[in-house]
């Protein structure tokens, strides 16, 4: 049913605007054929027709859980997207924070190549070159930057996968330290914070307490609670002797980009040794650079660091591939058979990891991170509007507030020729390839500018 309804109204749509009906544009999420004066470069209504016969077969192959506007994509080359017909589309999501050396990337192409013929996958049965490498690169590199005193490696296929392992991995150290065996520890509780977001398994699920993706899956897992973000005074409350794990994004990407303060990590730093919890810091998002240093947390003191450390996204560049990385305090106590996976750790995603990493983590890459997001900030602050409530940010992960919902904009500036994505709290967020330039961060602001007039027309109007 909801295949037929998708496709009768999108046919519908784009068939009563090739007849020229003046109804079409009024129904529209575009709602007007021009915007002070200047016609929508990239409209919905003038999708290829061509779109259609890709969202026909999504209907009624694919499980429809996304709700995705009427725009198909062929490929990409560096910041920009071009979809069905031939239309550039400038992205500031990058896949949401994933395509950090932006779409295809000719380095990234030719390792796929050369490795592919090498060989793909070999299982966790067998050692492999690349994933020792990787291994190597981000251990030495890790210490050799800040405090955090990684020694091992564990390589999953995404960021849900690399927290429910830190997780597993928290309760099984629980239970060494305790002396206690399955079904008697009561030192199993984790603790994470509102407005975090760790993954939709049932693990991650857990500690992502967002009403929207846990209701309809209760019950979750047991042990669970949720604490108030920054919220200094409320750690020992939360954090007791029962807690084997705290879990937290330094920065937080889904729930509105918030970032944790200094006081508030030392003292989840504190509290975790004082009562023998794990403390995870979940930088899936705002790890890897994205914040002009190679991990958001060396943005803070070098007493702020974790037990255990997440990544993915960024890693390979859109290749599918995560890990968890862990000081000997973790390592020493997880033995043959306690974690597992068939691909994680494949050759050919660690050969591109690889070669990713490398060139994210040079001094001249990451200072421009930091150069590019300063004035990706200073254009976000020039922006004047009524609807505008704050504006937030580290390097490339950057977030604007509103005080009405944005989601309206998105459409807005996509009909434009940009690419923009919601996050919680009323916050529009920003996390474009980390090798954006400042003359396409311009272009990109000079569009939202435009989309913004567009939407305060459209909010103000209808609250006169």
Not at 428 to 452: C, M, T, W, Y
Request: glycine share 8%; charged share 20%; net charge neutral.
């Amino acid at each position: 049913m909801l295949r037929h309804s998708l496709l009768r109204t999108s046919r519908a749509f784009l068939a009563q605007h090739r007849l020229g009906t003046a109804a079409v544009a009024c129904r529209s999420l575009s709602t007007k054929a021009a915007a002070h004066g200047h016609a929508l470069s990239h409209a919905d209504v003038d999708a290829d027709p061509k779109t259609l016969d890709i969202i026909d077969k999504h209907a009624k192959y694919t499980l429809q859980t996304y709700g995705r506007p009427p725009v198909a994509f062929t490929h990409g080359k560096g910041s920009y997207l071009y979809d069905v017909g031939h239309r550039e589309y400038l992205d500031f999501t990058a896949g949401i924070a994933v395509n950090a050396l932006g779409h295809s990337d000719p380095e990234v192409a030719r390792v796929l190549f050369d490795q592919a013929k090498q060989v793909v996958h070999l299982s966790n049965l067998y050692y492999n070159v690349p994933a020792g490498e990787l291994a190597e690169q981000l251990i030495e590199a890790t210490v050799a930057s800040g405090s955090f005193k990684a020694t091992k490696i564990f390589f999953s296929n995404s960021g849900t996968e690399a927290n429910e392992g830190a997780l597993k991995f928290a309760r099984k150290v629980a239970k060494v330290i305790t002396g206690q065996q399955a079904g008697e520890s009561k030192k199993f509780g984790v603790v994470s914070f509102n407005n975090g977001f760790h993954g939709r398994s049932m693990g991650a699920l857990s500690a992502t307490p967002n009403p929207k993706y846990q209701k309809p899956f209760w019950p979750l897992v047991p042990g669970f609670v949720h604490a108030p973000y920054n919220d200094v005074a409320a750690v020992d409350q939360y954090v007791t002797e029962e807690t084997c794990a705290v879990i937290v994004e330094p920065i937080q990407g889904e729930g509105g980009i918030n970032v944790a303060t200094e006081a508030f990590l030392k003292k989840l730093r504190a509290r975790c040794d004082q009562v023998g919890a794990m403390l995870i810091y979940d930088e899936i998002q705002c790890g890897l650079g994205r914040t002009g240093k190679l991990w958001a947390h060396q943005n803070f003191s070098a007493d702020c660091v974790p037990d255990m450390l997440t990544m993915a996204k960024p890693l390979a560049n859109g290749f599918p591939i995560g890990a968890i990385m862990i000081t000997d305090k973790v390592a020493e106590k997880i033995v043959i058979g306690d974690h597992g996976t068939t691909f994680g750790g494949n050759p050919l995603g660690c050969a591109v990891a690889s070669s990713v990493f490398r060139r994210i983590n040079t001094p001249e890459f990451l200072d421009n991170v930091s150069k590019t997001g300063d004035h990706f900030r200073e254009q976000l602050d020039s922006i004047s509007s009524p609807l505008i409530k704050d504006v937030r940010s580290k390097g490339l992960i950057l977030g604007l507030e509103f005080k009405v919902d944005p989601a309206p904009l998105v459409a807005l500036a996509r009909e434009r020729g940009l690419l923009i994505i919601t996050a919680a709290n009323n916050t529009i967020r920003f996390v474009p390839p980390l090798n954006i330039s400042k003359a396409e961060i311009d272009q990109g602001i000079n569009i939202l500018k435009e989309a913004i007039v567009a939407f305060e027309d459209r909010t103000l109007n209808v609250e006169a």
